[in-house]
């Protein structure tokens, strides 16, 4: 079974670091790029953070540049995303998500984690 | 530029058909894809390029794209189907990479 497996969420105050681990199991996780995509609590969804199949090729969005870094390590079929000088609007719930090996223009994300949740208070 | 705008909520009678649409230039470069997100749950991808269903999507979900306008149909609708809808695409500026749209509350009556 393909899957997706989150964790690491917590709560952390402002300021503080969380890293966030993404399982990946039941397809070639070398092959796929990846993505981490967040939800705050009654929004809609927004990109975080992508990663190419080799590591190489990483984007970010403005949000989070040079707060976040995102990193794989294909031997351990993980994908992570590590979260420095947290400020109270990254509360949200976390998502890894699959890029379909889709050919463009067609896109899309075809297999989700269930979520970890991320809650930035003091 | 880097936006997907949907209508915040739909309404469909049990049964009709239901047309949710998502505007962007984005999408004038790229197919947008559509995601179904239950409360609680994970988002579902339901359709993406030009009009493809993943396993397991009922037939009833279909895709059509104009211009900068991409639109999910759902005919018949279903009780179940009330969800919460959300477009993707890349973005074409490439910064960022990856845009969602709003997303469309939509209410089975």
């Known amino acids: 079974e393909v899957q997706l497996v989150e964790s690491g969420g917590g709560l952390v105050q402002p300021g503080g670091s969380l890293r966030l681990s993404c399982a990946a199991s039941?397809?070639?996780?070398?092959?796929?790029?990846m993505n981490w995509v967040r939800q705050a609590p009654g929004k809609g969804l927004e990109w975080v953070s992508y990663?190419?199949?080799?590591?190489?090729?990483?984007y970010y969005a403005d949000s989070v540049k040079g707060r976040f870094t995102i990193s794989r390590d294909n031997a351990k079929n993980s994908l992570y995303l590590q979260m420095n000088s947290l400020r109270a609007e990254d509360t949200a719930v976390y998502y890894c998500?699959?890029?379909?090996?889709?050919?463009?223009?067609?896109?899309?994300?075809?297999?989700w984690g269930q979520g970890t949740t991320v809650t930035v208070s003091s | 530029s880097s936006e997907l705008t949907q209508d915040p909520a739909v309404s469909v009678a049990l049964g009709q058909t239901v047309r949710i649409t998502c505007q962007g230039d984005?999408?004038?470069?790229?197919?947008a894809s559509w995601y179904q997100q239950k409360p609680g749950q994970a988002p579902v991808l339901v359709i993406y390029?030009?009009?493809n269903r993943p396993s397991g999507i009922p037939d009833r979900f279909s895709g059509s794209s104009s211009g900068n306008t991409a639109s999910l149909t759902i005919t018949g609708a279903q009780a179940e189907d009330e969800a919460d809808y959300y477009c993707n695409s890349r973005d074409s500026s490439g910064n960022p990479l990856v845009v969602f749209g709003g997303g469309t509350k939509l209410t089975v009556l």
């Open positions: 039941g397809f070639t996780f070398s092959s796929y790029e």
């Open positions: 390029g030009k009009n």
């Open positions: 990663i190419s199949s080799s590591g190489s090729t990483i």
């Open positions: 998500a699959r890029d379909g090996l889709l050919p463009t223009p067609s896109y899309g994300m075809d297999v």
């Open positions: 984005s999408l004038r470069s790229y197919y």
